[in-house]
């Protein structure tokens, strides 16, 4: 699939990965797209109209109120030919703006005129985006059905690191590629139901760790746990955002989906969203470890014993438990035995709200239909099933709402 035909306005605000906005421009086209660029008074300061226009091939629009752009292509215009609005990078200032809903200027205007989907990408110093005044910005764009690319967690410009890398334009074009504009109202929770209001974040799949060009370590793990949750909180009116590992299972309708392939790729998608979220749910078979050193190519078989060196992944669901204002957190345990007895441990050592002890191996818990989950709290248990993961998915939500509706 491509961007083939698809209409879309760049707006670009001002920080600096603003440089990564050319090459973006031109994925886009590479894909198919038809691409229009905006840029904020804070962009030109980092890159000028005319890189733009050259890569674009398009005349540049960066004033509001500019009797020459008016008289072509003004802003009413513009909201209106656009099939998507991607804004890359969107800085903290440029989210502060959107979910103020101001209109002062031809990027902040245009979003608020078109009914086109937006998408933002944002990228900032990681203290920026952990800041409570960015989580709730991000939060209201959320909840208004903007789609959110990024960032991501690496080294950042400042020399620091942490969240707030700007997504590479490669996978930026991925993943508006996997994710077809439709109309902003698609994607919106329904408005009645148990979560209505709520933002579920749910982790699914397995993760597959390279140990060279051609080879990972991988797991049981179908997805199907995790989607069907991811299903069940749509229907009970969140608004939900699946991170999934490799996974042949369809994406439940109007459920936001963001593929990842390893534990560190699901780490850094799951914590740029977590703060926004109000409920966290870790159905995602994580793998513990990853190959210290992978290999680009592939190996030799040299029919002589290998070892291979391990390193500790973090974990994901302990890093969102630990998040200061962060949301409710379900988190599962895969057990083969002495099931509660570990999973009271997980709850208590990773500093859970909720836990779903699932027994595993022999048929059971991964790839299967059906399912048996022994769910845990600091002061109540239920077992649910047997029954299909559907409806375990259904019941799950049910008691994981009640308990987040208590803490408020
Ligand atoms: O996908 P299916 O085929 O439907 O199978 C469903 C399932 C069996 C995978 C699912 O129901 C399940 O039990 N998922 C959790 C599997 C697991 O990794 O459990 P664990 O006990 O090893 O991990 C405990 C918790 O920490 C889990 O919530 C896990 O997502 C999380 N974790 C683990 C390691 C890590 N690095 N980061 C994590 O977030």
Not at 64 to 90: C, K, S
Not at 240 to 256: D, F, H, K, M
Request: glycine share 8%.
């Amino acid at each position: 699939m491509t961007l083939s035909a698809e209409r879309i306005v760049l707006g670009v605000s001002g920080g600096i990965a603003a440089y990564k906005a050319p090459d973006l421009v031109r994925r886009l086209r590479e894909a198919g797209a038809e691409v229009r660029v905006v840029l904020t008074q804070g962009a030109r300061a980092f890159v000028g109209p005319l890189t733009f226009q050259a890569v674009s091939h398009q005349p540049v629009h960066t004033d509001l109120l500019d009797p020459a752009a008016e008289a072509g292509m003004g802003h009413l215009e513009l909201a209106r030919w656009a099939d998507r609005v991607v804004i890359a990078p969107a800085t903290a200032d440029c989210l502060a703006r959107l979910a103020a809903g101001l209109a002062d200027d031809l990027l902040t205007t245009l979003c608020l005129a078109t009914e086109a989907p937006i998408t933002v990408c944002p990228a900032m110093n990681h203290v920026m985006w952990r800041a409570a005044a960015t989580q709730d910005n991000l939060a209201t764009l959320v909840q208004r059905g903007i789609d959110v690319i990024g960032p991501e967690e690496g080294s950042l410009a400042e020399g620091e690191s942490g969240p707030g890398r700007l997504t590479e334009p490669a996978e930026v074009v991925r993943r508006l590629i996997a994710a077809p504009a439709a109309p902003r109202t698609a994607g919106h929770a329904p408005k009645s139901g148990p979560l209505a209001g709520r933002h579920v974040l749910i982790t699914a799949g397995p993760t597959r760790e390279a140990i060279d060009a051609v080879r990972f370590i991988a797991n049981r793990s179908s997805g199907r746990m995790g989607f069907a949750l991811a299903a069940a909180a749509q229907a009970s009116g969140a608004r939900v955002t699946l991170i999934a590992g490799p996974s042949t299972e369809p994406t439940p309708t109007n459920v936001e989906r963001i593929d990842v392939e390893t534990a560190l790729e699901m780490h850094a998608a799951t914590l740029a969203r977590a703060s926004a979220s109000d409920l966290f749910i870790a159905a995602a078979a994580v793998a513990d470890y990853r190959v210290a050193d992978p290999v680009t190519h592939k190996l030799k078989n040299s029919r002589e014993q290998q070892t291979l060196a391990l390193v500790a992944n973090p974990d994901i669901l302990r890093d969102v438990a630990a998040l200061p204002n962060g949301p409710f957190t379900l988190g599962f345990a895969a057990e083969t035995e002495a099931l509660e007895e570990h999973a009271r441990h997980k709850l208590t050592a990773k500093g859970l709200d909720m836990i779903a002890a699932n027994r595993v191996g022999d048929g059971m818990g991964f790839e299967v239909a059906d399912n048996t989950l022994h769910v845990l709290w600091p002061d109540g248990a239920v077992t649910l099933g047997p029954a299909t993961k559907g409806q375990i998915a259904h019941d799950l939500l049910t008691i994981a709402g009640e308990q987040l509706d208590g803490a408020g």
